[in-house]
């Protein structure tokens, strides 16, 4: 028999079934913080398979128990934590169960008959994402267990405090960090303590929410558990703290919204910013209403939608710290925002027509800017539009001439558009839309999202060809803020809505910046008067099957913060393409917006603007900084300049770091690594990388056969060169090259006098560097089918390679993986050598791009069963910007898992460049840990 009066804690799952193993995870944490501060010596902490026996049997007897355990609900969030107490009446409720069979409720019935219940049960349910077999928890779960273990430590440290009355006065101090501020928190505070009937205050203290509750101890306890379990939908709490309160009981009565302080607080977590969220249905109705006040309102916005970073000077939120600060509110506003029950109570963007932001174009004001856009993009013209995170340039999606003018101004010929709809009917009617996709298109965040187009054979297309050319997929976006919704509805059409910038250049924020930079792209301005703060570009996502690719994290995503054990504050730098960099401290990392390209002065100006933004807002001053190998890389010149320890990564590294980080894995792990092009540790250059390796370091183990780049930088802009330079100088791994009368069809497409320089300079190896690139050999094969002998951005060919493939069948291409050197190596000639074989026989280059691919994935699975067969982990890592492609990571996946092999790819990380700096602070992190 269990002693009587103790507190039972305890965790129910199985940790072989992936999510299901929370509860086991959660108590593993409290065993571990058990070491550096006691438990209460009457505290019991058990696991638990879930069988009711022996559940009864642990909590009988307890005065409190507290378990923890999987849940699934219908709809569900991963991640989402419930809390069930015994005496709130709601354990029965079927909407939330146990993963192992047994509702809560059912589990409680039982104990009551057979008089086995604790004197108080307290459950901690955290819904699952995965539960098959197989061990590590979904990033969203393992996010969860930290919070989850202290909120569990609460409990217990209020345990002491609760007479058998529950009509002890109990004064807590509470802190609230993570993303608290900007999303209605203090608003959900204040109705919360008044309707719980407590006294006290909430306030804004630098980065987090503070304040002091009063009341019956049960009441302040249910208070605590709200603030985790029952946060705004925009809010991410990450960690409540409960301390004595400072006074006996607050002054006055009653709860109130203090006055926020900016620093002084006790805490110094890392502050955490509010991205951007999209216009909500409340306000969307408002804007549509006649009666309403704020009816056609184009800056409509309230506490759970509006700008947040993008026009956030300083902390803690509010109104005088951001670009809003030069709108006095009117008293109808100042009304609002003093209302505890008006949606827009404390909402600091808060305006109307009478007091806020207003429309321009040229002279006109309102209204009439709004009609004159309407009227330019109605004749054909391209208007440049003031958005939230920077302008954009618009024009009829429909329209062939418009689009071609709009890419011969921005300077633009091939990279997809993105679309603008007005709503999910208008984006069904363009693309094929599954669950993930249509929950992306429609979330907060409003990323464009990367569609298959839809057929429209026998009907004019209402979208031009020039807005993606050549491709089988259309990114389309719904509407972010009420102007976009004014203007699509006036013109009733979709709209091309693309980033307000010339080639390479940063988009432009600046009113007078963007006239100077966009007046020879636009027809006209359709500006305002609120300021810009940070530049914010549209995110981009896409969607494999149920997984979620993130392609670009900007507006709507950053800076949201991930998950990332760092204790002492590093930075990534990140890389030259797609650059963004990381911010990582207590717990978290911040990975700055989308820069673009750091090619040139201005992109490299508005990375260093956006980073000591960020280093303020945040309040993260790094001690170290990691950065690429590349000395080349405008981003490692710039951080050996910094006076700060510095970290080397390697590039392929930082990629599946940046995938295992995300994922929470821990030792180590098989890491692919495909991409264009990033320097090895040996001084040449990689991108078909097969990686054993852990945070700290890695080991390569196999990688893509070299081939020469004739010229450099030039191949990557010529596939064609790309092409020859495989044709003539691929490394040669026992497999003859292709022979002459292979390929003169395609060398006599082109200009003789290239082919006999390139032949010249591959045959001296001059200005030849080798790599062994998996996004180079995409490149030489869309130049060998025909589909492209130049490109004008970076991934082009592999895209029109991917777009050609369709869903075509295929019969896979010849391919050898040879040991060379001790490294499993592809050689990719005998692939080569078919595709032109099967080509001169007639097969066609749809079906060719197809085997491509599938030759690939074969590859991909063959090279780490060779390494798994040699020890390697069974846990894969996929990074680089190769898996954006839908097709090879469907056929990788595929193969690697029926190989038995766990398969993980970023979701909220970006898997191309974007992550690269997110992997840098990983690796940073577990090299100082290792020094430690």
Same mark, same amino acid.
């Given at each position: ?39 209460? @010596? ?32 219908? @709809? ?36 009551? !008959? ?94 987090? %929410? ?96 509006? #700008? ?41 963007? !808060? ?22 856009? %309407? ?185 949201? #913060? ?138 390569? !183990? ?231």
């Amino acid at each position: 028999m269990r002693r009587r009066g103790r507190i039972a804690v305890i965790g129910v799952g199985n940790e072989f079934r992936r999510d299901d193993g929370v509860g086991w995870a959660v108590l593993a944490r409290l065993r571990e913080r058990a070491e550096q501060r006691a438990l209460p @010596p009457d505290t019991d902490l058990a696991t638990c398979d879930g069988d009711p026996g022996r559940l009864l049997g642990l909590w009988e007897g307890a005065r409190l128990a507290v378990v923890v355990d999987a849940a699934h609900t219908r @709809p569900g969030t991963p991640g989402r934590v419930h809390r069930l107490a015994l005496d709130a009446g709601c354990l029965a409720q079927p909407s939330t169960t146990s993963s192992h069979g047994l509702g809560l409720g059912e589990a409680v019935e039982l104990a009551r !008959v057979l008089g086995m219940l604790p004197e108080r049960l307290v459950v901690y349910a955290v819904e699952g994402a995965e539960s098959e077999l197989g061990t590590g928890l979904s990033p969203a779960v393992a996010a969860a267990v930290e919070p989850v273990a202290t909120a569990v430590e609460d409990e217990i440290a209020r345990s002491g405090d609760v007479s058998a009355g529950g009509a002890a006065m109990t004064v807590r101090h509470f802190s609230v960090e993570g993303i608290v501020q900007g999303v209605g928190f203090r608003p959900f505070v204040y109705r919360t303590a008044a309707g719980l009937g407590l006294d006290g205050w909430v306030a804004n203290v630098d980065g987090h %929410v503070e304040g002091e509750v009063c009341g019956p101890t049960r009441a302040v306890e249910e208070f605590a558990a709200r603030l985790r379990t029952d946060a705004p939908a925009l809010a991410r709490v990450r960690r409540v703290r409960l301390t004595n309160g400072v006074h006996a009981r607050p002054s006055d009565p009653g709860f109130q919204v203090r006055l926020s302080a900016p620093g002084g607080g006790r805490d110094t977590a890392a502050r955490e910013i509010p991205p951007d969220a999209a216009i909500c249905d409340a306000c969307l109705g408002e804007l549509y209403d006649p009666r309403d006040r704020r009816y056609r309102y184009p800056f409509i916005n309230c506490t759970d939608c509006g #700008p947040r970073a993008t026009i956030i000077e300083g902390l803690p939120y509010d109104r005088i710290r951001t670009t809003m600060r030069r709108f006095p509110l009117c008293g109808e506003c100042a009304a609002e925002y003093a209302d505890s029950g008006d949606r827009r109570f404390h909402a600091e963007p !808060v305006a109307c027509p009478a007091c806020g932001p207003r429309l321009a174009w040229e002279e006109l004001r309102g209204e009439e800017a709004l009609r004159a856009a %309407v009227r330019t993009v109605d004749r054909g013209g391209i208007v440049a539009l003031k958005g939230l995170g920077g302008y954009q340039l618009v024009c009829d999606a429909g329209d062939p001439v418009a689009v071609a003018e709009l890419r011969r101004r921005k300077r633009r010929p091939a990279k997809p558009f993105a679309v603008m709809v007005a709503d999910l009917a208008a984006a069904a009617r363009l693309a094929q839309i599954g669950a993930g996709e249509r929950a992306a298109l429609t979330s907060p965040e409003r990323p464009v999202v990367l569609l298959g187009r839809r057929r429209w054979r026998g009907r004019a297309a209402p979208l031009a060809p020039e807005v993606h050319p050549g491709l089988s997929r259309v990114g389309l976006f719904l509407p972010t803020t009420g102007l976009h919704h004014l203007l699509l509805d006036e013109l009733a059409r979709p709209l091309v809505v693309t980033s307000g910038n010339l080639s390479h250049e940063p988009i432009a924020i600046d009113d007078e910046e963007a006239r100077g930079s966009l007046a020879a792209v636009s027809d006209g301005f359709l500006t305002h008067d609120r300021p810009i703060r940070s530049r914010y570009d549209d995110s981009v996502v896409c969607f494999t099957g149920r997984t979620r690719i993130t392609v670009r994290r900007a507006r709507g995503l950053a800076p949201a #913060p991930l998950p990332l054990a760092v204790g002492r504050p590093v930075a990534g730098g990140g890389a030259q393409l797609k650059h963004t960099f990381t911010l990582a401290a207590d717990g978290r990392a911040h990975i700055g917006p989308h820069t673009g390209d750091l090619a040139d002065l201005p992109t490299h100006e508005a990375f260093t603007t956006s980073y000591g933004h960020l280093k303020e807002l945040t309040g993260i001053e790094p001690a170290v900084l990691a950065h690429d190998l590349h000395p080349g890389y405008l981003s490692t010149r710039w951080a050996t300049e910094q006076p700060l320890c510095r970290v080397p990564v390697q590039h392929h590294h930082a990629h599946v770091a940046a995938c295992a980080a995300e994922h929470g894995v821990r030792g180590r792990f098989l890491g692919i690594a495909y991409d264009g092009l990033g320097l090895g540790d040996d001084g040449t250059l990689w991108g078909g990388e097969i990686l054993v390796a852990d945070l700290s370091g890695y080991r390569r !183990v196999g990688r893509f056969a070299t081939a020469p780049l004739p010229g450099g930088d030039a191949a990557v802009r010529h596939p064609s060169r790309t092409a020859l330079g495989h044709l003539l100088g691929g490394e040669m791994l026992g497999a003859p090259r292709p022979y002459p009368w292979l390929t003169r069809p395609f060398t006599d497409r082109l200009d003789p006098a290239e082919v006999a320089a390139v032949r010249a300079m591959v045959a001296r190896d001059v200005n030849c560097p080798r790599a062994s690139s998996a996004g180079r050999l995409f490149d030489t094969a869309a130049a060998l089918l025909g589909l492209t002998d130049q490109v004008s951005y970076e991934g082009e060919a592999a895209v029109l390679l991917e777009a050609a493939a369709g869903d075509e069948h295929a019969v896979p291409l010849a391919h050898r993986v040879v040991r060379e050197r001790g490294l499993w190596v592809y050689d990719s000639v005998p692939t080569l050598s078919d595709l032109l074989r099967r080509q001169r026989d007639g097969e066609p280059p749809a079906r060719l791009a197809a085997a491509f691919h599938l030759t690939l994935a074969i590859v991909t699975a063959e090279l780490p069963a060779r390494a798994v067969g040699e020890g390697a982990p069974r846990t894969v890592c996929l990074g680089g910007g190769c898996f954006v492609n839908r097709r090879l990571l469907t056929e990788v996946k595929r193969r690697l898992q029926a190989a038995g092999l766990r398969v993980l790819v970023g979701g909220q990380v970006p898997v191309g460049d974007g992550g690269i700096s997110y992997g840098q602070a990983a690796v940073a992190v577990a090299r100082l840990a290792g020094e430690g």
